[in-house]
Antibody, heavy 119, light 106 residues
């Protein structure tokens, strides 16, 4: 059974750095072709892709947010970490991590974690 | 950037109706398109990938078609569990989602 779960702060202040952890089970991020992505959803809005890391440590970032994002993996812990710098109230959203199987869609998602940016 | 435009934004339908949602890409994406269903407060659920491949466990009343720039998601006979918001997603160049189509009870 594949599961993913996001964890991190629920409240951050403007200009702070957000660090979120995705802890997963049921698959390995050392398997060829596999990746883990981050997607967010502002309240009442559409989904927005942020970043993705592959089994071989290749990474992709949303062009509009690239300067603020970093994604890393720890295969020994089955974790992927997303950091986003210089947080702003417009970054208030539910943040999801999801598995990319060999193809580039997302077949399993975490439950999401709501992050509010407010002073 | 590849933009994805869904229509309609909201759709009112009754149980048993045949429902079709359209997704258009700003550039050709071949068949690199997925469809997701999302219910309030829940994570998206994969329904269709590679434009027309049904994800394991998804009811056969869901189907996808299209290639290039125009795609459709069809629900052949709408069931009570299907009232939700549906998103298309391209993965030809990075990943982009449509703005969503809410299927509500008529």
């Amino acid at each position: 059974q594949i599961t993913l779960k996001e964890s991190g702060p629920t409240l951050v202040k403007p200009t702070q750095t957000l660090t979120l952890t995705c802890t997963f089970s049921g698959f390995s991020l050392t398997s060829s072709g596999v990746g883990v992505g981050w997607i967010r959803q502002a309240p009442g809005k559409a989904l927005e892709w942020l970043a993705l890391i592959y089994w071989d440590d290749n990474k992709h970032y949303s062009p509009s947010l690239k300067s603020r994002l970093t994604v890393t993996k720890d295969t020994s812990k089955n974790q992927v970490v997303l950091t986003m710098t210089n947080m702003d109230p417009v970054d208030t959203a539910t943040y999801y991590c999801a598995r990319r199987p060999v193809s580039d869609h997302f077949d399993h998602w975490g439950q999401g974690t709501l992050v509010t940016v407010s002073s | 950037d590849i933009q994805m435009t869904q229509s309609p934004s909201t759709l009112s339908a009754s149980v048993g109706d045949r429902v079709t949602i359209t997704c258009r890409a700003s550039h050709s994406i071949s068949s690199w398109l997925a469809w997701y269903q999302q219910k309030p407060g829940k994570a998206p659920k994969l329904l269709i990938y590679k434009a027309s491949s049904l994800e394991s466990g998804v009811p056969s009343r869901f189907s996808g078609s299209g290639s290039g720039t125009e795609f459709t998601l069809t629900i052949s006979s709408l069931q009570p569990d299907d009232f939700a918001t549906y998103y298309c997603q391209q993965y030809n160049t990075y990943w982009t989602f449509g703005q969503g189509t809410k299927v509500e009870i008529k």
